[in-house]
Antibody, heavy 118, light 110 residues
């Protein structure tokens, strides 16, 4: 069955870096665009980034542009989010999600918590 | 990339109907039919309920319906059931080739 599982979250100091991973299984990973969406504790969903199926197109929310980089390794069925210059306001649960058709995020992981704190 | 505007909360009794609005601009909701709605229960991942304004994925109850007029999209849930109690988020494609979510609406079934 379709599954996406995030990992790599944890506690990190402001200004440091962290890389999240999202392992996909049960579908042809290389055929789908993938998104990162985050949710700060007790807050709403915030879209973070999207990467096309072949990795050639990437788009970011203004709040993370220039600090975060989305990438993928289709040979490993894995999506990544490299997060640099982390700030307290980046504290959130980070979800990866499959885009089955344009804008339709049909499968989501359970998320990984990133806490930015000194 | 300002968040789309949703009411913070709505409520209704079992069997009633409720509507949640989602207001954006001509650069997002008003300019595209790529508006989706997601349901999120506490501690769970979001679930796609409506895509492209008014389409339901397989398995989603036909008690849910979506529509759009100008810069405002709407989600209507009829025949409210206890299981509908959750947070609901709208999402739209934008003219910047990005996506934006609404602030979320907490639905309470009285």
């Amino acid at each position: 069955q379709v599954q996406v599982v995030e990992s790599g979250g944890g506690v990190v100091q402001p200004g440091r870096s962290l890389r999240l991973s999202c392992a996909a299984s049960g579908f042809t990973f290389s055929s789908y665009s993938m998104h990162w969406v985050r949710q700060a504790p007790g807050k709403g969903l915030e879209w973070v980034a999207v990467i096309s199926n072949d990795g050639s197109n990437k788009y970011y929310a203004d709040s993370v542009k220039g600090r975060f980089t989305v990438s993928r390794d289709n040979s490993k069925n894995t999506l990544y989010l490299q997060m640099n210059s982390l700030r307290a306001e980046d504290t959130a649960v980070y979800y990866c999600a499959r885009e089955v058709r344009f804008g339709e995020l049909d499968f989501w992981g359970q998320g990984t918590l990133v806490t930015v704190s000194s | 990339q300002s968040a789309l505007t949703q009411p913070a909360s709505v409520s209704g009794s079992p069997g009633q109907s409720i509507t949640i609005s989602c207001t954006g601009t001509s650069s997002d909701v008003g300019g595209y039919y790529h508006v989706s709605w997601y349901q999120q229960h506490p501690g769970k991942a979001p679930k796609l309920m409506i895509y492209d304004v008014s389409n339901r994925p397989s398995g989603v109850s036909n008690r849910l319906s979506g529509s759009k007029s100008g810069n405002t999209a709407s989600l209507t849930i009829s025949g409210l059931q206890a299981e509908d109690e959750a947070d609901y988020y709208c999402s739209s494609y934008t003219s910047s080739s990005t996506w934006v979510f609404g602030g979320g609406t907490k639905l309470t079934v009285l």
